[in-house]
């Protein structure tokens, strides 16, 4: 079983569409990251949150963390094909190791 | 720019030999994780190091997998034997952590194992 569980799994989506990726668990964690991950590469970091609540934005890209610090968020606005690729995200527990979720695999279609 | 490398990016083998995959990881940074990652389970951490000393390696088969550091440029995850199941790709990332604070990781290319 995940720690943390990824939604949706997949999603295919016209280029110029807003899209939400959820990051949930039941536990709590120190700090939160998201990824993007590209075929062939390794994953490559995009934001890290760690005050419960705290919103992040990257140009059309943001990041939401939950009160509790168990879930957070991902939303892009008017994606583009280059936004096509892997999200992952990653929790950790007291800032040590970090443990992954599942992953959501978007396709942005031009 | 700094990079993490690891070599080979790929490795085909037989089952029952032994597969060493190395990574060098980013000059100055103190922690170096191995993941492995499958399409079933996605991205697992095998085992990590902080200031070449093994912090945790739960995630590691212990019977077949070993993990080191030996020296600061240099660690190896090497598999022996290796068995069809261990067919993945295998990241290396480092990172620089002090006390309790966030710290960011930066993954290698990744070696793609097949075990036939």
């Known amino acids: 079983t995940q720690l943390l569980e990824q939604s949706p799994q997949f999603l295919s989506i016209q280029e110029g569409e807003n899209l939400t990726v959820y990051c949930n668990s039941s536990?709590?964690?120190?700090?939160l990251q998201w990824y993007r991950q590209e075929p062939g590469e390794g994953p490559v970091l995009l934001v890290t949150v760690v005050t419960g609540g705290e919103v992040k934005k990257l140009k059309r890209l943001t990041f939401q963390f939950g009160d509790a610090r168990k879930d957070s968020s991902l939303h892009i606005t008017a994606a583009q094909p280059g936004d096509t690729g892997l999200y992952l995200c990653a929790g950790a527990r007291n800032f040590n190791k970090f443990y992954f979720g599942s992953g959501t695999k978007l396709n942005v279609k031009p | 720019d700094a990079r993490v490398t690891q070599t080979p990016r790929h490795k085909v083998t037989e089952m029952g030999q032994e597969v060493t995959m190395r990574c060098q990881p980013i000059l100055g940074h103190n922690t170096v994780f191995w993941y492995r990652q499958t399409m079933m389970q996605g991205l697992e951490l095998l085992a990590y190091?902080?200031?070449?000393?093994?912090?945790?390696d739960s995630g590691m088969p212990k019977d077949r997998f070993s993990a080191e550091m030996p020296d600061a440029t240099l660690a190896t995850l090497k598999i022996q034997p290796s068995e069809p199941r261990d067919s993945a790709v295998y990241f290396c990332?480092?990172?620089?952590?002090?006390?309790?604070?966030?710290?960011?990781?930066?993954f290698g290319p990744g070696t793609r194992l097949t075990v036939t």
């Open positions: 990332a480092s990172g620089y952590q002090a006390g309790d604070h966030s710290y960011e990781q930066y």
């Open positions: 536990s709590v964690f120190s700090s």
């Open positions: 190091f902080r200031n070449r000393a093994p912090l945790d």
